[in-house]
C-alpha cells in the first residue's frame, strides 16, 4: 500500500512562514491529484490546496490564496506547501491526500498521518 508521510510542522509566530512536505512512497492507483486538507481542533477536515500529479494545475481554498503556494517535485514524488504570512486560524494538524481528482479528495483512503502547525499570536 502506498505511504503518504508529512514533515515541516511545527510553532511559529504569527507572519511567520513554514513548509510543509509530504512524500508519497508510490502513486496510488487511480490517483490524479494530491493536497492538503487541514483539521482544528472541534473543527470539520477543510480543504487548503490540490496540484495535479503532473504539478501543473493547482486549487486553492479562498482562505489561504495569496498565502499558501502548493508544488510537486514529480521525480521525487513530493508536494510541498510554503505557507507564508500565517495566521493563529491556520493552527491545525495539516494532512497530506491523494485521489482521482480533487472532488474524491475527503472520502479517498489515501491519507498521511498529518503534522501539527501551530501559530502563535
Known amino acids: 500500500q502506498v505511504q503518504l508521510v508529512e514533515s515541516g510542522g511545527g510553532l511559529v509566530q504569527a507572519g511567520g512562514s513554514l513548509r510543509l512536505s509530504c512524500t508519497a512512497s508510490?502513486?496510488?492507483?487511480?490517483?490524479?491529484?494530491m493536497g492538503w486538507f487541514r483539521q482544528a481542533p472541534g473543527k470539520e477536515r477543510e480543504f487548503v490546496a490540490a496540484?495535479?500529479?503532473?504539478?501543473?494545475?493547482?486549487q486553492y481554498a479562498d482562505s489561504v490564496k495569496e498565502r499558501f503556494t502548493i508544488s510537486k517535485d514529480i521525480a521525487e514524488n513530493t508536494v510541498y506547501l510554503q505557507m507564508k504570512n500565517l495566521k493563529p486560524e491556520d493552527t491545525a494538524v495539516y494532512y497530506c491526500?491523494?485521489?482521482?481528482?480533487?472532488?474524491?479528495?475527503?472520502?479517498?483512503?489515501?491519507w498521511g498521518r498529518g503534522t501539527q502547525v501551530t501559530v502563535s499570536s
Open positions: 496540484i495535479s500529479w503532473d504539478g501543473v494545475d493547482t
Open positions: 491526500v491523494a485521489a482521482p481528482g480533487v472532488a474524491t479528495m475527503r472520502s479517498s483512503n489515501s
Open positions: 508510490g502513486r496510488p492507483f487511480g490517483s490524479n491529484v
